[in-house]
């Protein structure tokens, strides 16, 4: 019975040794702050003659607070909201949306549209009266996405400088997508249609193969040599084309990136407390 006791004390231990070298917003609630509460806020964000509908998850205090926008996938299943509710209990005020055509945003899908919402999210935030009502650091805002989200944000990081930094979660490249054998090609779209309102497969598959050469990695290169970039890539394929990515951008000059690799799936399924803190802390680095 001592040698069972003695087990289980070590593994009591190692566990709270494990929660304790994480960022405390990964395990407790930070203080209440009644007159400066958390909370959320619906979105309402203009975009090419519509209204796209996002959510901002604020922390408590004072602000102005730093800002992380999050770019989801396709279809988006994954929306990382338990990443967006860490960065909140972290000070952060954590942004997310849906594309024109995803997910109940009014509009039909398209993938260069996704660049354009981006952009436009990212204009709506930096609005004074936006900026003033949400608390918003509007020189602190860093874009993050997961997969094609991590497209998204390759792509706008490379000409928004204004950017404090860019997260990639397991990104992928449209461009290298588009380029796949027709057929297979639609194959892959048929299989992420959930929530997507105006497109058919072959209709997706025809979009990214007529733009593969614009939506490709490689037109992003040289504006991110200055950017902040947290690269995080997974077992799920993608890697290569992120450490392609990596290695263009050093080749051009740049000098701030991190990169992390898990030994996990796509949507980093068990690996999601890792995932939480590698980003924040990873954020903490940021001026």
């Not at 354009?116 to 709506?124: I, W």
Request: proline content about 5%; hydrophobic content about 45%.
């Amino acid at each position: 019975m001592r040698i069972v006791y003695l087990a289980v004390v070590l593994l009591t231990l190692s566990t709270v040794g494990d929660a304790q070298a994480a960022p405390a917003a990964i395990y407790s609630d930070p203080p209440a702050d009644p007159a400066h509460p958390a909370g959320m806020v619906v979105l309402h964000i203009p975009s090419h003659g519509v209204l796209i509908n996002g959510i901002v998850y604020t922390p408590a205090g004072t602000g102005p607070h730093p800002t992380i926008v999050i770019c989801h996938g396709l279809p988006g299943n994954e929306k990382n909201l338990d990443l967006a509710q860490a960065l909140r209990r972290a000070g952060w005020n954590a942004v997310t949306f849906n594309y024109r055509g995803s997910w109940g945003s009014p509009g039909t899908y398209r993938f260069a549209q996704n660049l354009e919402d981006a952009d436009a999210v990212l204009t709506y935030l930096r609005e004074p009266s936006t900026a003033a009502k949400l608390q918003i650091d509007t020189k602190r805002i860093v874009l993050a996405g997961h997969s094609m989200g991590g497209w998204v944000t390759v792509m706008t990081a490379a000409h928004d400088h204004a950017l404090a930094g860019a997260i990639l979660i397991s990104a992928a490249d449209m461009g290298l997508l588009g380029e796949m054998n027709h057929d297979k090609l639609v194959a892959e779209m048929a299989d992420n249609m959930e929530g997507l309102a105006g497109v058919t497969a072959e209709s997706m598959a025809n979009e990214d193969a007529q733009k593969s050469k614009a939506f490709g990695f490689a037109n992003a290169i040289p504006g991110l040599k200055d950017v902040h970039l947290l690269v995080l890539s997974a077992n799920d394929g993608l890697a290569p084309q992120t450490d392609a990515l990596i290695q263009a951008v050093l080749a051009e000059g740049g000098h701030n990136i991190k990169s992390v690799h898990a030994a996990t799936d796509h949507s980093w399924s068990d690996r999601r407390i890792f995932l939480e803190s590698t980003i924040i802390d990873w954020l903490s680095t940021l001026q």
